[in-house]
């Protein structure tokens, strides 16, 4: 389990890590490279203001940090410091170069059949070690999916990390405060129906749903159900109708 120790200050913090170029914003903190000064690694930092004491950034962080630490997965990433001074909450994790996985989408519009195959089959396999782990993710999507490494167009090598699990739910952690329960969790493209009709709790079949949005969503380019409004999209969830019927499967077709 990696390390979690209180500190006095940033100053601190900075004695351990160099402080590097901004990553990406996320909802609550900002993502920065750092490098060890012990080791001289190249690691990533998410950082969180602890100023309001139970408010959900500091709930979700405190989920996050928690479920990680019991985590060991190649596909999962991997935590490897917690340090906490009296104002801040830094999270060291691996480095993933590769970036966001929507990225790519971005790019070229859609996967190549080998690279959604390879995407696939390393979720699958996080899910199945959630699973088997009695771990509940509740928030999968394509945006919580990063690159290790940039995808090496002549190997077409992937190697993807699961990230946030700021909503995952761990039997063992049932005692933590849950924010969300209450509250429909997930992302409106990925909810699984039962999550819409009702206020059931979110089960691991409704992260199989959300996997087989991500695989829909790699393969044509375009989430399943769409909706200017919620209630539409809701709407077209529950009654099983994709909004997009005519997929460019000519996609596939020209890739084989
Ligand atoms: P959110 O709260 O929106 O889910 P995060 O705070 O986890 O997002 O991350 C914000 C952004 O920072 C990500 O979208 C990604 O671009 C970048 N990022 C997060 N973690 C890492 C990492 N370990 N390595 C590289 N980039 C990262």
Redesign the pocket.
């Known amino acids: 389990r990696p390390p979690h120790s209180r500190v006095e200050d940033d100053a601190a913090v900075e004695k351990r890590y160099a402080i590097g170029q901004e990553?990406?914003?996320?909802?609550?903190?900002?993502?920065r490279?750092v490098t060890s000064r012990f080791t001289g690694e190249l690691?990533?930092v998410?950082t969180v203001n602890k100023d309001k004491p139970g408010s959900t950034s500091i709930q979700?962080l405190t989920r996050e940090v928690e479920v990680l630490k019991r985590l060991d997965h190649p596909h999962i990433?991997k935590l490897e410091d917690i340090l906490e001074t009296p104002q801040k909450m830094y999270l060291v994790?691996?480095?993933?170069?590769?970036?966001?996985l929507t990225a790519r989408l971005k790019q070229l519009g859609y996967f190549r059949e080998s690279e959604a195959k390879e995407v696939m089959r390393q979720l699958t396999e996080v899910l199945t070690y959630l699973h088997s782990n009695d771990i509940v993710h509740r928030?999968l999507k394509l945006?919580?999916v990063?690159l290790k490494s940039p995808i090496n167009s002549a190997t077409d090598k992937i190697d993807i990390?699961v990230?946030?699990f700021?909503l995952a739910h761990m039997k063992s952690l049932s005692d933590l405060e849950d924010p969300i329960m209450d509250e429909r969790c997930g992302t409106p493209y990925y909810m699984a129906p039962e999550v819409i009709l009702s206020r059931h709790e979110y089960t691991k079949m409704c992260d199989v749903w959300s996997l087989g949005v991500i695989m829909y969503y790699i393969i044509c380019g375009k989430v399943p159900f769409h909706g200017d409004a919620n209630l539409k999209l809701e709407e077209c969830i529950v009654h099983g109708e994709p909004t997009f019927k005519e997929v460019e499967w000519i996609n596939i077709s020209e890739q084989g």
């Open positions: 990553l990406g914003r996320g909802s609550f903190g900002i993502v490279e690691l990533a998410k979700m990433i994790m691996e480095l993933c170069t590769g970036g966001e928030d945006e919580n990063l990390r990230t946030d700021g």
